[in-house]
Structures are given as structure tokens and as C-alpha cells.
């Protein structure tokens, strides 16, 4: 399924990462937690397989796996995605790796790279991430986001004394109070799934990009 033109603007110009997670809880054994795929008034959330990240590098495979399994249950494992990927010690590089390893694994052409990189986000690019996300969400897709989160503004859990550069999965969102739900690998302080303010998130991605 391909969205309507007008969503399939890219924003801005690419910017790499490397993506290290120092301190982060990772389980020999991934864990699997599902929320509901409702809509109930202005909110929708998927139904996902949630995975804790199997190194510390592997945050991008980790994100991109979990965005999947909103729309099939045949998922390649971690090590899988990381290969496709050209994942390394150093991580993933760019988010356009998850977009094609999604839209490879999925049978699609669905999945987009978005750039952020003014930093505060200009608010045509706050206006686009939005729509994309409920536009993905409503269609059954979730999205994975490059962040970097440095002391000062960061996820629950998440070391206050370190930068942190990562994927996360978006995987609903809630129009009443700006919210939006994260799956998030990394397991920082236990926080696996869980909500944050979409201007937060808005706040994380520059100078990186999402996936959508």
C-alpha cells in the first residue's frame, strides 16, 4: 500500500549516526509484550512483538523488528535484520538502513526516509512528523525514529549523564492530549513500553530522521 502524494515530501538533508547505547539493561532472552491494536476516541496504538535489544548496538535491527511485527508474524530475528542492515559495533548509520530493510522484509514500498535536521524542528517538520505517524498508525504501520537524547531531555530511564543516539519504534499515538506510545529496546530503567509527549519526541529526532 503506497499513502497519498502529498505525504511523500523528505524534509531536509541526511545525517548519519552511530549508534552505541553505554549503561543500557539488554536480556539474553527477548521479552514479548503486546498492547492493544484500538482505537478508543483520538487515540490508536498497534499490536506489537516487543523485544528487548539482544547488544548494544543492535537498537536499529531491535526497532525495525518490532515496527514489523505490527503486519506480519514472520520476523527475522535481531542478528538477521543487523546483517541486512550493515549494522556494526558502531551501530546503524542512517535511518534509510531501517527503511529499506522494512520495506524489503514487509513486501512494500510503504516505508519513507524523513529528515529532521533543523534543531528545534521548524514546525512544518512538528506538522509532517505528526501526520505521518497517525497516517501510519491508522494503516497499520508503526514508525521508527532516530533519536538523540542528550542530559536534560530524555526518555523515562535513560541515563541523565549521557547523550544517548538510538532507534525507538513509535507504535501509536493519542490526538486528545499529544501523546505518543514508544517501544522502545533499550529497556532503560525497565521502561519498555510507555508514553511520551509528541513535542518531546519532535525535540529528539533532529538532526536525525524517521522512518515512516
Known amino acids: 500500500m503506497q499513502r497519498r502524494g502529498f505525504l511523500r515530501a523528505v524534509v531536509g538533508v541526511a545525517a548519519a549516526s552511530a549508534l552505541v547505547l553505554p549503561g543500557a539493561a539488554f536480556a539474553s532472552a527477548p521479552a514479548a509484550v503486546a498492547p492493544s491494536d484500538v482505537r478508543v476516541a483520538g487515540a490508536k496504538s498497534l499490536n506489537v512483538q516487543y523485544q528487548v535489544q ?7 535491527p531491535a526497532a525495525a523488528r518490532i515496527a514489523m511485527s505490527a503486519r506480519t508474524g514472520a520476523l527475522p530475528s535481531q542478528g538477521d535484520l543487523a546483517a541486512q542492515m550493515g549494522t ?4 546503524t548509520d542512517h535511518i534509510g538502513q531501517i527503511a529499506n530493510a522494512l520495506n524489503a522484509n514487509l513486501g512494500t514500498t510503504w516505508y519513507e526516509v524523513k529528515e529532521m535536521p533543523n534543531d528545534p524542528p521548524s514546525q512544518a517538520q512538528k506538522d509532517l512528523l505528526w ?4 497516517t501510519d498508525v491508522d494503516n497499520g504501520y508503526a514508525v521508527v525514529a532516530n533519536i538523540v537524547a542528550p542530559p536534560g531531555n530524555q526518555p523515562p530511564g535513560y541515563p541523565p549523564d ?3 543516539y538510538h532507534y525507538f519504534t513509535v507504535i501509536g499515538y493519542n490526538s486528545d492530549n499529544m501523546t505518543v506510545h514508544i517501544a522502545d529496546s533499550a529497556n532503560f530503567g525497565g521502561n519498555q513500553i510507555y508514553w511520551l509527549s509528541f513535542d518531546q519526541l519532535a525535540s529528539l529526532i533532529p538532526p536525525k530522521g524517521y522512518a515512516a
Open 54 to 60: 539482544e547488544t548494544g548496538y543492535w537498537c536499529g
Open 88 to 91: 556494526t559495533e558502531n551501530g
Open 131 to 134: 501526520q505521518d505517524i497517525v
Open 162 to 164: 549521557q547523550t544517548i
